[in-house]
């Protein structure tokens, strides 16, 4: 245990993963080890502020609360579907085609889910656009099928799904609300500034999603007094670059605190 | 007529529909390869090439395979494992008969499967050029061009951020995302040119 406690001080979120299973591995009975994971997911590797996956959708769709709820929502669906399937199928895959195979199954669920929201939801799939069927190429799914469904039990790969979910919806509805109340004045469509101030539309614009982002990092930085480790695909587990023999290393690597 | 067109497609997708800048496609290898100058180019050639080719890949397979049996809904899916396999196939085809260029790309090819900005391009394909081969095609290239000048200039200002003394909190990502921020603005300023 003092082991994980030196990795996460030295390697910061991004490699926290082998320290955190194990925690809950030896944590008690199944429910507190279930919550244990879906905690994690949660805080101690919010996907958005401590791994940095999936900084497309959050910068995109973040122009307001509610979007950020809808993408949230789609892409926790997708995650708990596919972390239970690929839980369930885990032992009939052979290793070389994992990556295609994994990509098969999300990329089923992203339709699904596709397909719901332009039937019922219409103005949130306009909203959002693309952005739904490229769920598909959301590394925070990806990474949670190669990192924890294909090793893990179905709950627990379920509750990991739900607490990664539940912490990339948290962070949009964080950006979201931050860029809705600076470009327009408003939370989730309610008024809170009554005029007081002409809203600066810049952050409803492009540059204003950069600018968002980089100031909540910060300020999380600035409380936890942890920095993020890693930037972008370095902080993507998969490394997808990697030959077999360098991923190997890079499991060695990530032992030792992962920044690589 | 039809070459002002792909002009116009090409320049407003490069400079004012900046994919990186403008419309946050291609985040990640954006804020992870920008580093040093030599990867970003390494990266840009190899995201111009895959997103060329599969701009022409999956608009074919759209027209002649998805359309005729009315399976549009199978786009997301068939574009992704479409975009995998010829990733797949480049490699292999570049190893065998471009040893040099594989050389210079050929790490940065496995990464592009999971590039949102080569989904990206081909779903946008399906909703603004469905009709035309050649826009779509060019619509893909610009877009890998655009990619490369954001991710050119962007490892420029991150050589130049290296020698800044940034307070602790901003230090790292928060830092580079804000001046990801500043570069984006400054492609702003390219709004309007096609009103």
Redesign the interface.
């Known amino acids: 245990m003092s082991d994980n406690a030196e990795n996460k001080a030295a390697g910061g979120g991004a490699s926290g993963s082998a320290g955190a299973l194990d925690a809950a591995n030896a944590g008690g009975s199944a429910g507190a080890n279930l919550l244990t994971v879906f905690r994690n997911g949660l805080l101690d590797e919010n996907p958005t502020f401590r791994l940095?996956l999936g900084?497309?959708?959050t910068?995109?769709v973040t122009t307001s609360a509610v979007n950020g709820v809808g993408m949230g929502l789609s892409a926790m669906a997708v995650l708990i579907c596919s972390n239970i399937v690929i839980s369930l199928i885990r032992n009939l895959i052979p290793d070389t085609v994992r990556?295609?195979a994994f990509?098969?199954v999300i990329?089923?669920f992203?339709?699904i889910v596709?397909?719901l929201l332009h039937a019922f939801v219409p103005s949130l799939y306009s909203a959002l656009g693309?952005f739904i069927?490229?769920i598909?190429?959301?590394?925070i799914i990806?990474a949670r099928a190669e990192m924890f469904a294909c090793k893990n039990s179905v709950a627990r790969s379920a509750a990991d799904g739900l607490g990664m979910g539940v912490g990339f919806t948290a962070a949009l509805i964080l950006i979201g609300s931050l860029r809705e109340f600076l470009g327009n004045g408003t939370i989730f469509g309610i008024d809170l500034t009554q005029r007081l101030f002409s809203p600066a539309a810049?952050m409803l614009?492009?540059?204003?999603?950069?600018?968002a982002?980089?100031?909540v990092?910060?300020?999380i930085?600035?409380v936890t007094r942890n920095?993020?480790?890693v930037?972008?695909?370095?902080?993507?587990p998969?490394r997808?670059?990697m030959k077999d023999g360098e991923r190997a290393g890079l499991a060695d690597a990530r032992g030792n605190g992962g920044a690589v | 007529m039809i070459v002002r067109d792909l002009g116009i497609i090409a320049l407003s997708t490069i400079l004012v529909h900046n994919f990186v800048?403008?419309?946050?496609?291609?985040?990640?290898?954006?804020?992870?390869?920008s580093k040093k100058l030599d990867t970003a180019l390494g990266m840009s050639g190899a995201v111009i090439f895959v997103m060329t080719v599969a701009s022409a890949v999956t608009w074919l397979v759209n027209r002649y395979l998805l359309a005729p049996n009315s399976l549009a809904?199978?786009?997301?899916?068939s574009f992704?494992?479409v975009i995998?396999a010829l990733v797949q196939f480049i490699e292999i085809l570049m190893k065998k008969f471009m040893p040099p260029l594989y050389n210079a790309l050929g790490?940065?090819?496995?990464?592009i499967?999971?590039?949102?900005a080569v989904?990206?391009v081909a779903?946008?394909n399906m909703?603004d050029y469905p009709d035309s081969l050649a826009r779509a095609t060019v619509h893909g290239l610009a877009g890998g061009l655009g990619f490369m000048l954001a991710l050119v200039l962007f490892a420029g200002v991150r050589e130049r951020l290296e020698l800044c003394d940034v307070?602790?909190?901003?230090?790292?990502?928060?830092?580079?995302?804000?001046s990801?921020?500043?570069v984006?603005?400054s492609f702003?300023g390219f709004q309007g040119l096609f009103a």
């Open positions: 940095i900084t497309c959708p910068l995109a990556i295609p990509i098969t990329a089923g992203v339709t596709d397909l693309i069927p490229l598909v190429v959301n590394c990806l810049l614009l492009p540059p204003g999603g950069f600018l982002y980089g100031a990092l910060a300020v930085n600035k920095k993020t480790a930037v972008g695909c370095d902080a993507c998969l997808c670059g | 800048l403008s419309q946050f496609l291609g985040i990640c290898p954006f804020l992870g390869v809904y199978m786009q997301t899916i992704i494992l995998a790490i940065y090819l496995p990464l499967t999971t590039n949102c989904l990206g779903l946008l909703r307070p602790e909190c901003l230090e790292g990502l928060p830092i580079t995302l804000i990801a921020g500043l984006s603005l702003f």
